[in-house]
């Protein structure tokens, strides 16, 4: 959102609580191609929320993941979520130039919980109506403080951020890049992470709203640790499918089900804020990623909750890649988890 340099492929860097993920994708007239994909996990307390507690550990494994991938890597584009971030989207009058930002800084100044002299602003006009003549404007802030810090810690890993996004934004690309939005259908877009929920909301084909959630897969996975008695890297192999063997699967999935309560209740009550501020009657469809899409038994108990129609997101649908090269990793078995990597990767090539 806030753009800072030029390239052909575009690196997408997504740092979460639980891991890290990359994908760099060639820009052609034909579309997307994959040419480097990795994911690192982390050290279970390292990121909490949007918190970054163990920096050396971050700047090792983001650093691990480049020589992994391509270590010539130096430009990505990255995302800020979390309380330092707001969207939001408004109506005004149409203006242009100064006049339009001079209007969208009051229109924020109503709206961030922080001071708008602290705060770094992106917009974009995504509806302009000669009619009524007004314009539909969403709205990026982000806290200096908060900014500055997370860039130097990216500068630190030797890499240069060229665009800041934000995960809610980064989801919506990647779907509008791989699927054709279904104007007749009010669709929620679902990113279920460790510690942070996000949700994106498309009426009558538009973005129209985002919201996140204070919950994810977290309470999953310390309920497994502790249940099974499991190390951080027998704990992720449990929730991959890869210990079957070794654990009570009845025991599993009840694990699995009493400790993803307070994401559902947090998703249910986002939905229904979502329905009465925005005046719809009901949600259509929903469209599930983030690591929480691939935890065994989670979408099924999601669905049966909320009542609702889904699927989970494929965000290489519509994008070019050898299976062979990435073989060890095969993305399309974990490409719900990549697609906030692959909608900051989606930016234009500036
Ligand atoms: N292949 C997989 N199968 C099952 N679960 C997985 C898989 N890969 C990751 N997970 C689980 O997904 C969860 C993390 O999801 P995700 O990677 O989307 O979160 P994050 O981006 O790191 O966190 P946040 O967005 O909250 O900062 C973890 O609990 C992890 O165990
Ligand atoms: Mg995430």
């Known amino acids: 959102m806030f753009p800072l340099g030029k390239s052909k492929s575009t690196v997408g860097l997504d740092i979460g609580a639980s891991s890290v993920k990359l994908v760099k994708l060639d820009h052609s007239k034909n579309g997307y191609s994959v040419s480097a994909i990795g994911v690192r996990e982390l050290p279970p307390e390292a990121i909490v929320a949007d918190e970054i507690n163990d920096r050396e550990a971050v700047i090792f494994n983001i650093q691990s993941l ?8 130096r430009d990505v584009v990255v995302s800020i979520s979390g309380h330092s ?11 242009n130039g100064p006049e339009a930002e001079q209007a969208i800084l009051f229109e924020t100044e109503q709206r961030a919980p922080f001071d708008v002299d602290d705060v770094s602003l992106d917009y974009h006009v ?18 200096k403080e908060y900014l500055r810090t997370y860039l130097d810690l ?10 800041v996004d934000n995960d809610s934004m980064a989801i919506l690309n990647a779907y509008e890049g791989n699927y054709d939005v279904d104007p007749s259908r009010v669709t929620a877009l679902v990113n ?5 929920t996000n949700i994106t909301y ?5 973005y129209s709203a985002t919201r996140d959630v204070s919950a994810g897969t977290r309470e999953i996975y310390n309920a497994i640790q502790k249940e099974f008695r499991l190390n951080p890297e027998l704990t992720s192999k449990a929730l991959k499918g890869e210990m079957n063997d070794s654990i009570d699967p009845d025991m599993f999935k009840a694990t699995i089900i009493s400790a993803s309560d307070e994401l559902v209740s947090g998703v249910e009550l986002a939905f229904s804020y979502f329905k009465s501020q925005s005046k719809i009657e009901s949600l259509d469809w929903l469209v599930l990623s983030g690591g929480g899409a691939l935890i065994p038994f989670l979408p099924e108990y999601l669905q049966s909750k909320l009542n609702i129609p889904l699927e989970l997101a494929n965000p290489l649908r519509n994008v070019d890649y ?29």
């Not at 971030?85 to 203006?95: A, G, P, R, S």
């Not at 500068?155 to 060229?162: A, I, K, N, Q, S």
């Not at 498309?202 to 538009?206: A, E, H, Q, Y």
């Not at 062979?324 to 234009?348: C, N």
């Open 66 to 73: 480049i020589d992994q991938t391509d270590p010539k890597i």
């Open 192 to 196: 279920i992470g460790h510690d942070v």
């Open 202 to 206: 498309i009426v009558d084909g538009l």
């Open 154 to 163: 990216i500068e630190d890993c030797g890499l240069r951020p060229v665009v």
């Open 322 to 350: 050898d299976p062979e090269l990435f073989q060890y990793l095969q993305p399309e078995k974990i490409a719900p988890l990549l697609t906030v990597a692959v909608g900051l990767a989606m930016r234009k090539a500036r």
């Open 126 to 143: 995504i509806k302009s109506d000669d009619e009524t003549n007004k314009m539909d404007v969403l709205l990026v802030a982000a806290r």
């Open 85 to 95: 971030v707001i969207t939001d989207k408004f109506t005004i009058d149409k203006k």
